[in-house]
């Protein structure tokens, strides 16, 4: 056994987004830091995240911009640091945002390399120590507080934070290895599924459609009740469907189903009936095709006609009562035929984790274990598309820090 003849204020377990705020914010009280991770390269969601463009933050973030079992403390953390906070923290280390529609706040730059390339600068001037291919495999108590093991060898510190991700994109780092090393202290985790990802659908139906993208309304129903409702670019895929609404409802329909009847249904256009009264009047003569043509890419249009089984040529004046009515219940609420989520491998984000029930919620500390932090999105706590997972990352991850010194005292 190797052991680290220094010893550590702090260790943070994970270089994604929440550790590096986190042990800059540490460093900045004075504390010596020490941050590992497993990764050869870090950060790389904060590479890959908005289109490479990184959607930092978002002007105006609530609780209500979240999922978790305890909204309260995801709010008391929030304010603790507001996105003008993140703003200001990002301006200071020389990456501007700017703040594009829906109040998303992305680097002046256009490139996510800008916001990790500013993270890492920063975490050195500070002096920060980040180790990257050190994977921790366990904690135990230790001499000083903590014994950190990464394999053979053993690293002393006072206190912990982990900041290890969840479960999405693993190619990445984020195994879910937090949640074991948690586990060992009593914490008890939310169950975990896949958000923010996109939806499979039944076999084959619309692949015809691969690359279209349609303006839909989309409402999840919950044992026949209406639970959520988005406007929405409906992009289908060549396995089921996507776009940013099905993303933000993912969740939902992973976590309500098993237990409850749900259905999500498409609108793809409100009012058909009126729609197709007035064609009817200006062109009588033209087809079926041609009113759908009016609303709809081409390749949708007739993809709507073999599935509903109607000819393409019958003009719209011809159109039998039974056939209109087809159409009608079709354009309105089609209910999508979804058999699943694509998966962790392709969410961006884990809804649940480590439960607020076991942290105390102003400092996000182990209730369990004294000078155990945690913060990001190993906690149970995951937010809808538009800066709020990084929001959530940035803000726990100070907030964990602002514990750790009070701890450390
Ligand atoms: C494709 C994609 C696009 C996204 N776009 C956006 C966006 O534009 N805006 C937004 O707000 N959110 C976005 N997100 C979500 C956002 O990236 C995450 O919410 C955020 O990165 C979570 O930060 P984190 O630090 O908690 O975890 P992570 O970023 O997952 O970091 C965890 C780190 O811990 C390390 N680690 C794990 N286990 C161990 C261990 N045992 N020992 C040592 N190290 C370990 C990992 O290597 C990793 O570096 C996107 C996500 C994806 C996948």
């Not at 890492?120 to 495999?137: A, M």
């Not at 950190?148 to 990445?172: C, F, H, Q």
């Not at 354009?331 to 809804?351: D, H, Q």
């Amino acid at each position: 056994m190797n052991k680290d003849i220094k010893q550590w204020d702090c260790i943070v377990i994970g270089a994604g987004a929440a550790g590096l705020m986190a042990s800059i914010e540490l460093a900045e009280y004075g504390r010596s830091t020490l941050l590992l991770d497993s990764q050869k390269q870090v950060g790389a969601k904060i590479l890959m995240s908005g289109g490479t463009r990184c959607n930092v933050t978002n002007r105006a973030v609530t609780e209500k911009d979240y999922c978790s079992e305890h909204p309260k403390v995801v709010r008391n953390i929030l304010r603790f640091f507001p996105p003008e906070e993140t703003i200001t923290f990002f301006k200071k280390i020389d990456v501007p945002l700017i703040e594009e529609k829906k109040g998303q706040c992305y680097p002046k730059t256009q490139r996510a390399k800008t916001v990790l390339e500013g993270l890492l600068k920063k975490v050195k001037d500070v002096g920060v120590i980040l180790k990257t291919e050190n994977k921790v495999t366990k904690i135990s108590k230790g001499s000083l507080g903590y014994a950190v093991y990464v394999g053979n060898t053993m690293y002393d510190s006072k206190s912990v934070i982990i900041a290890t991700g969840g479960l999405s994109y693993p190619n990445t780092g984020s195994d879910g290895s937090g949640y074991k090393i948690a586990k060992k202290y009593a914490h008890t985790t939310v169950a975990t599924s896949p958000a923010l990802t996109p939806l499979r659908m039944n076999k084959n139906i619309w692949t015809s459609l691969m690359g279209v993208s349609v303006k839909t309304t989309l409402t999840l129903r919950v044992d026949g009740k209406k639970h959520l409702e988005k406007e929405t670019d409906l992009l289908f895929t060549h396995f089921g469907v996507s776009g940013l609404g099905v993303l933000d409802l993912s969740r939902h329909w992973l976590r309500k189903r098993g237990d409850h009847a749900v259905v999500l249904n498409a609108c793809f256009l409100k009012g058909v009936q009126e729609a197709l009264d007035v064609f009817v009047v200006k062109y009588p003569k033209k087809n079926i095709k041609s009113f759908l043509n009016e609303y709809f890419p081409q390749r949708f249009s007739t993809a709507v006609l073999t599935y509903l089984d109607l000819e393409s040529s019958i003009s719209v004046l011809q159109l039998a009562k039974i056939n209109r009515k087809k159409l009608i219940a079709f354009l309105e609420a089609y209910e999508l035929p979804i058999t699943g989520a694509v998966g962790y491998g392709k969410a961006e984000v884990t809804a649940g984790g480590i439960s607020f029930k076991e942290v105390h919620s102003k400092t996000l500390e182990s209730k369990h274990s004294p000078g155990l932090f945690f913060c990001g999105e190993i906690l149970d706590v995951d937010g809808r598309i538009g800066g709020f997972n990084f929001q959530w990352a940035w803000a726990s991850g100070v907030v964990a820090a602002k514990g750790v010194d009070s701890y450390v005292g």
